[in-house]
């Protein structure tokens, strides 16, 4: 078994940066994609960003293209969220996830093990 645990959110004015961290636990991660969704309370879950494997190529979600980078540290078994340039309705709480279905796609029930959310606010 193995489990994903973010971290990294926080309350920041637009404009501003935020690096959101994903671990996971157990080797289970390591040669599969990874996403990163988010989602307000009442609201489905919207895709951010995915990273395959063995970083030769990842999809972003237009509304954060050019403004968010997915990368992953393999060592450290993590996948990371540079958010720069963050709007107001940025604000969200943000999963990472195991794609364990068809690579870089952005459909979350292609996702499994879901970590527990980090909350990302900015202010305007």
């Known amino acids: 078994q193995g489990r994903l645990v973010e971290s990294g959110g926080g309350l920041v004015q637009a404009g501003g940066s935020l690096r959101l961290s994903c671990a996971g636990s157990g080797r289970i991660f390591s040669t599969y994609a990874m996403g990163w969704f988010r989602q307000a309370p009442g609201k489905e879950r919207e895709f951010v960003a995915t990273i395959i494997w063995d970083d030769s190529n990842s999809v972003y979600a237009y509304y954060v293209k050019g403004r968010f980078t997915i990368s992953r540290d393999k060592a450290k078994n993590t996948v990371y969220l540079q958010m720069n340039s963050l709007k107001p309705e940025d604000t969200d709480n943000y999963y990472c996830?195991?794609?364990?279905?068809?690579?870089?796609?952005?459909?979350?029930?292609?996702?499994?093990?879901w970590g527990q959310g980090t909350q990302v606010t900015v202010s305007s």
């Open positions: 996830a195991r794609n364990y279905g068809t690579p870089l796609t952005r459909r979350p029930e292609q996702y499994d093990y």
